[in-house]
Structure formats: structure tokens, C-alpha cells
């Protein structure tokens, strides 16, 4: 019978079926970071259990990680312990790959597994943090865990899982010129909801993603879970396997050759049935926006902020008063006239060397509006930051006013000291715009890098696409 | 993990739509490296009218009056009652320990987000998806009446309102077994453990490079 990619990732790591139907699944990588592990370790420790595989665990610290003055170390000391109890916990148990703070290889985990070569197609990953579904770009199976999933990964190699169903998202057409990955994902998600996606498991499929990069596969993979999908995943293509090869932890020699041919298995199979076909014309995708506190809450550039007084449902309508209260927005106010005061181009979402090759080419030649306070660039990671820098793309940004940092999370939660006043506003490259998620009080706009490095230069929000 | 079997409790409204991670316990607080203690700061933002912080004396800090969960009538409340895509965002189980510690047992909702879904179980928290209508009438029927109790009997998979009317809800046989016994599951996993080596030792033959 044709079968679905998701299919094939599922049935090949069902290690033991019960009769409800609930599995164990066995999984080939573990990411680690410091926020959601240390609690596991030591339910571990305390239970006097071994990791199963410890070849199997690549780690980093990324969450709490400073972004500037690297010398003075982590300042907060509730943050500086756990990034210490990460780096006790590696030592002891032992990881294949650790790239701690300050590393030359640190960054965000779902930036630093794939330009490793330690995301591989066919993989099952899973990681402590709700956008593994990133690493789906790879066809991997790849989504977020719970801490007690966390240490039941460690203890047995395994979770136990049902099966979701299968949603095909079809972009067909070609992005125009200015329109990204990250335009798509607000798309779809604005289309479907938050919760559209919950219960499935969805594959992006179609010619519009076939035309992407894996940096631009990543970024929209690692949006299916704001679309409350369980996993996002893309086919192999000979742009998976070109960006994989001579990765650090790619195959290599032989290995490799053998490893191609089964990657190249994993697709969809012709005439495979999916439970639910969402489709979309990438030609007909402009940049989007979002003005309220969930990033279904999404319009493009060239509309209004909704009018709650449209909406007939009592909690819909509800929610966007509340939104708009939040946001301090007024109703039918054009896009365009919103003006920013921060701008965050950074995020597991928009941190790759392609982002920053795309918001400097906006930034090149111009300076940041006088209203915007600040503009943070921050790598996610290391070798990005080192890539950047060798094109020259720090000086790029540096000229136009903005901030060049050092790789982690960043504002995109602000758990270190990168964050928003209350009431500032902010054009994001990040995944999330929820209330006092880049600091209490603070509003967040989603945007593509291209939008956000645009609206620092213009001061509010402007059309990419006629910017010059 | 704590057992689940039966429960009268409390119930507390919580009228809002996609109640996110965040919401539920703010960043800040998953800088702790242990499980317990969260508590206090669950729905932090929306429950005192300062910016609470890790450390802080949090019975001096000011309440907001509003938030319901501050409501005298809500004091106690065991059951949450909550509205579509309860618990979106991001995978921390700070969330469900947040509920756990300050005193929930059970979370009612038209829909939840999976990771957090998956969270609840296992920390013997259970998330129980009713349709919308009969969400709709507990709102109501909470509103309305003071001290308002549901009885939730996970054996029989069933709510029951004061008045006597009864919801039945779905619950994996898995999910079920584990709550009703509080069973560890790794525990349970590792029963299997031969399987997973044979498993293991197969894929190590046909995939070698995911062994490198
Ligand atoms: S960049 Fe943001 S979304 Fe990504 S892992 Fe870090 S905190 Fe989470």
C-alpha cells in the first residue's frame, strides 16, 4: 500500500505495538539543553539508572545564554547555575557532541543539530523544546518532549506514543520576490489556526517547497508547531543530501553512498492517502504580519488591524479585544503605520546564515529611524556568526546602527537579559508574539527577516517588496 | 507518580481561548532546577499586579483582585475549567507542575495542545477534552452556582455535575492504567528492555550511520 513519509518514519521505529494502540517508539537522537534537562538527570540519578545510548545526546546551552560581553561570563546567577548543571550533568554522563557556552560550535540546539550533520533523515529526534519540529526539514520525525519524556528517552531510548494523523500542507506556485518561508508558515497557519494542526503530523509538500533551501524548509518546519501540528516534515530531495554532505557528523566514504540511497526512500509515496490536504498558491502569499498575541492573529502587510466588531463568535471576539488592548492597538489601523520600537532578527526560526544574508541585503546602505531603539542581530550560533562575518555581513549591520551579538535564544523568550520594557513593540523574526513572551508587557509583531530589517530602516512596518 | 482514581473537586473558570505555556508560568521561573515549588507563580502575570521574579516573597506581592483564580469563591479549586487549545507554546513541564503544585488535579477543555496533553499524564494531572456545548454549559452552571463541584471517576471515564448529569471522555487503555495505578513508566518500558536491544542491534546492521 502507498504510504505517506510520516508512515514510513513511524512504522520504522515501532519497537513494541499494546493493543490501544500506544507504541514504543525508539529514538536515534536526543538534543539536550539546559532548561528542560536538569530536572531529568536527576530523576535519573535518583532512580539509579544508566542513559541507554549516550551516543545518541548532543547538547548545548542556548536558552539563558548571554549575547553580549562574553568575558564578564553569565551574570544572572539563577542562569549561570543551570548552564552549570548542564555542564555537570554532560560530564558525568557524557553526550557525543557538547557544545558549551562559549564553544566556537554553541548556539541554538536547533540550529546547531543540522549544520552538525547530527539531524540525518530518517531519524527519529527529539529534544526538550516544542520547535524540534524544525529538524523535520531532514524527513526526520522531530518533535518536542516533556521533561519526564526527557528522562524516559535517557533511561530507555524510547517513548511511548500514539500515532497522529497525516496532513498534507501543498504550496504550489512560486514565492514572489520578498515573500519567504516564514510568510508561508503565517499563511498556513492563519488559514488553519493554532489548533489546526493538533492531532496531525503535517507534511509540506508541493513545488513551492521543493524550491526552498534547508534553511528556508527549517524555518517553516519549525512553525507547524504554532499551527499545533505534532511534527512538520519535508521529503528528501537532493537538497537535503547536498546541505548534508561533509557535515561534521554526516556518513562519510561508503557509509554515505549506502546512507543516500535509503534517504532517498523517504518520500511520500505516489497515491498515499493523508487524512486532511490543506492548499495554498505561494504566488498569491504577500508578507505577513501578525498584530495580536497568537500567530494565527495574521494579516499581510498591505491590510488593517481586524475589526473585533466582524467577529460573531463570543470567544474569538473576546480574545481580539483583548489582543488589540494588549497590543495598545487601535482597530482598522493600517499596517504600514504601525511604527517599532525594537527589532529582534535572531530565533531558531530566523537565525541561519540565509536570514542574515537577507536582512543584511535589506539593511546595506541605510541606517536604522531614529524611533527605533535598538536592532539585535543575533546568530544562532557560532558558525553562523563565523559565516556571517566572513561575508561581512556584521559590518553590513553595524553601519546601518544595528546590534551584532553573540548566538542563543535571546529575545525570542528573553530569558537572559535581551528583552522588551513593557509596552515596547516589537518587529520579531521569532515564532511566538504571546503576551510577555520577549519580556512582561512587551508586543511582538512576526515578521520574515526581510519585514523586520525593513521596518528598523523605515521605523514601522513597510512592504519588503517596495522597499528600496 | 501520584495515582488518579476519583475526584470531587472545586471548580475554577478560567474563560479564555489558547491559553499559552508562558501564560501558564512565565520564563523566568524555569531557570529552577527542580520540579516542585511552582506554585505560587502559576499564571503569574495575569495573577499579581507586579513583575514577579525567582526568589520572591510572593505572599507580600499585590493580587489582582480580577483574575479568578484570586476569586475567594475559587480557593481550593481542584478542577480547571478551560476553553479550546489549552496549554499552547512550548513543551515545559513547568506548566503542568505549575497546575500540579498549586493544588489541580484536573484541566477541562474543548481541545489541548499535544506536548502539554502528553505532560499531564505524566504527572498524575488529568487533561479531560469535553465537546464544546458541554464546556459551554459548566461554564455556565460554575458561574451561576457558588461552590460549584464536578466528580471525575477516571475508571468509568465520566464527569458528573451536581445535578447529576454525566460527560463520559476518551482516555488511551495505556494513559489509563498508568494514572489509576501511578505507575513510573520507564518502569514499564524497561520490561521491554530485550526488545529495544534487538531493535537496536538490527538498526546498528541496516543504518550504521546513525550509530557513529
Ligand atoms: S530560539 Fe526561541 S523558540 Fe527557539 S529554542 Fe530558543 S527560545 Fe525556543
Redesign the pocket.
Known amino acids: 500500500m502507498a504510504q505517506t513519509l510520516y508512515d514510513k518514519l513511524w512504522h520504522s521505529h515501532v519497537v513494541h505495538e499494546e493493543a490501544d494502540g500506544t507504541v514504543l517508539l525508539y529514538i536515534d537522537r536526543h538534543l539536550v539543553h539546559e532548561v528542560t534537562s536538569p530536572q531529568a538527570f536527576e530523576g535519573l540519578k535518583l532512580a539509579g539508572r544508566k542513559p541507554w545510548r549516550i551516543s545518541s545526546i548532543v547538547a548545548t546551552a542556548?536558552?539563558n545564554t548571554p549575547t553580549d560581553h562574553w568575558d564578564e561570563g553569565i551574570k544572572d546567577p539563577i542562569s549561570r547555575q543551570q548552564v552549570e548543571t548542564l555542564d555537570a550533568n554532560i560530564r558525568e554522563v557524557g553526550a557525543l557532541a557538547y557544545f558549551p557556552f562559549k564553544d566556537q560550535r554553541q548556539g541554538?540546539?536547533?540550529v546547531v543539530g543540522p549544520e552538525n550533520g547530527a539531524t540525518l533523515p530518517g531519524m527519529t529526534v527529539v529534544c526538550g523544546?516544542s520547535?524540534t519540529s524544525t529538524h523535520g526539514a531532514f524527513a526526520c520525525l522531530a518533535h518536542g518532549i516533556g521533561t519526564s519524556e526527557v528522562e524516559h528517552v535517557m533511561a530507555t531510548q524510547t517513548l511511548t506514543a500514539k500515532k497522529s494523523k497525516a496532513m498534507l500542507v501543498r504550496v504550489d506556485g512560486q514565492l514572489g520576490r520578498g515573500v519567504t518561508a516564514k510568510d508561508i508558515a503565517l499563511a498556513v497557519i492563519g488559514r488553519i489556526g493554532t489548533a489546526g494542526g493538533t492531532g496531525y503530523a503535517i507534511e509540506f509538500g508541493g513545488a513551492a517547497i521543493r524550491a526552498l533551501s534547508m534553511e528556508g524548509r527549517m524555518t517553516l518546519c519549525n512553525m507547524a508547531i504554532e499551527a499545533g501540528a505534532r511534527a512538520g516534515m519535508v521529503a528528501v530531495d537532493q537538497i537535503t543530501i547536498d546541505y548534508l554532505q561533509g557535515r561534521p557528523f554526516s556518513p562519510k566514504g561508503e557509509v554515505w553512498d549506502q546512507a543516500v540511497a535509503h534517504w532517498r526512500t523517504l518520500v511520500s509515496d505516489e497515491g498515499a492517502s493523508f487524512d486532511a490536504v490543506v492548499e495554498l498558491d505561494a504566488g498569491s502569499i504577500a508578507p505577513q504580519v501578525t498584530w495580536g498575541t497568537s500567530p494565527e492573529m495574521v494579516v499581510t502587510v498591505a491590510d488593517r488591524v481586524p475589526d473585533p466588531a466582524n467577529e460573531t463568535d463570543p470567544t474569538r471576539k473576546s480574545g481580539m479585544e483583548r489582543a488589540l488592548a494588549y497590543m495598545g492597538l487601535q482597530a482598522n489601523t493600517p499596517i504600514s503605520e504601525i511604527p517599532v520600537d525594537k527589532v529582534f532578527i535572531g530565533?531558531?526560526t530566523n537565525s541561519r546564515i540565509e536570514d542574515l544574508r537577507a536582512a543584511a541585503a535589506v539593511a546595506r546602505g541605510h541606517k536604522k529611524a531614529a524611533n527605533v531603539k535598538a536592532v539585535l542581530v543575533v546568530p544562532g550560533s557560532g558558525l553562523v556568526k563565523a559565516q556571517a562575518e566572513a561575508e561581512g555581513l556584521d559590518k553590513v549591520f553595524v553601519e546601518a546602527g544595528f546590534e551584532w551579538r553573540e548566538p542563543g535564544?535571546s529575545m525570542?523568550?528573553a530569558m537572559n537579559a535581551d528583552r522588551l520594557e513593557p509596552g515596547e513593540r516589537c518587529a520579531s523574526t521569532?515564532?511566538?508574539n504571546f503576551e510577555g513572551r520577549q519580556g512582561q508587557g512587551g508586543r511582538t509583531h512576526l515578521v520574515s527577516p526581510e519585514m523586520a530589517a525593513a521596518a528598523a530602516i523605515a521605523g514601522h512596518f513597510v512592504d519588503v517588496r517596495t522597499f528600496a | 507518580m501520584q495515582a488518579f482514581t476519583t475526584l470531587q473537586g472545586l471548580v475554577c473558570p478560567l474563560d479564555r481561548a489558547n491559553v499559552d505555556t508562558d501564560a501558564i508560568i512565565p520564563k523566568q521561573f524555569l531557570k529552577s532546577i527542580k520540579r516542585s515549588g511552582f506554585g505560587p507563580n502559576l499564571f503569574d502575570e495575569w495573577r499579581y499586579l507586579d513583575h514577579g521574579e525567582p526568589g520572591m516573597d510572593n505572599s507580600k506581592r499585590a493580587v489582582n483582585p480580577d483574575f479568578v483564580l484570586n476569586h475567594p469563591r475559587y480557593q481550593g479549586a481542584q478542577v480547571l475549567l478551560a476553553r479550546e487549545n489549552f496549554g499552547c507554546g512550548s513543551s515545559r513541564e513547568h506548566a503542568p507542575w505549575a497546575l500540579d503544585d498549586h493544588g489541580f488535579r484536573v484541566v477541562i477543555a474543548p481541545s489541548f495542545a499535544d506536548i502539554f496533553f502528553n505532560n499531564c499524564y505524566k504527572n498524575g494531572l488529568l487533561p479531560i477534552v469535553l465537546p464544546t456545548e458541554v464546556v459551554d454549559q459548566l461554564f455556565q452552571e460554575t458561574a451561576a452556582s457558588e461552590g460549584y463541584r464536578l466528580t471525575v471517576d477516571l475508571a468509568a471515564q465520566t464527569v458528573t455535575t451536581p445535578s447529576g448529569a454525566s460527560f463520559g471522555f476518551d482516555v488511551t487503555a495505556h494513559r489509563k492504567h498508568c494514572l489509576l495505578n501511578g505507575l513510573d513508566e520507564i518502569g514499564l518500558t524497561l520490561n521491554h528492555a530485550d526488545k529495544i536491544k534487538a531493535f537496536e542491534a538490527q538498526r546498528r546492521v541496516q543504518q550504521p550511520w546513525l550509530f557513529s
Open positions: 542556548d536558552h541554538i540546539v536547533h523544546d520547535h530565533s531558531c535564544c525570542c523568550l521569532s515564532n511566538r
